[in-house]
Nanobody
Framework: VQVVQSGAELGNPGASVRVSCKTS????????INWVRQAPGQGLEWLGR????????RAAPKFQGRVTFTVDTAASTAFVVLERLRSEDTAVYFC??????WGQGTLVTVSA
């Protein structure tokens, strides 16, 4: 199994950032993709998840209206877009397939 995320991103406050998560080696559509993040010195925080089979998504209340989850099932790839970035969004973002297969993490830095 491989889960490979896109590279580090630098975003301005108020801008948007997109992170991709390409999977292989397991049946992508059979398991939710969850997204979590870890800010410097903090624990893991759940952003939400998407069901690749039907693209039904659920965002944590804190991120509702600001986060979008999508998938490309043909490419076994998931995406997250976080809008209206704030400095406190600076964190390493992880995708997790089936709560077992973790990406390597993507550092998102929000700075003017």
């Amino acid at each position: 199994v491989q889960v490979v995320q896109s590279g580090a991103e630098l975003g301005n406050p108020g801008a948007s950032v997109r992170v991709s998560c390409k999977t292989s080696g397991y049946p992508f559509i059979n398991y939710y993709i969850n997204w979590v993040r870890q800010a410097p010195g903090q624990g893991l925080e759940w952003l939400g998840r998407i069901d690749p089979e039907n693209s039904m998504a659920r965002a944590a209340p804190k991120f509702q209206g600001r986060v979008t989850f999508t998938v490309d099932t043909a490419a076994s790839t998931a995406f997250v877009v976080l809008e209206r970035l704030r400095s406190e969004d600076t964190a390493v973002y992880f995708c997790v397939g089936a709560w077992s297969y973790w990406g390597q993490g993507t550092l998102v830095t929000v700075s003017a």
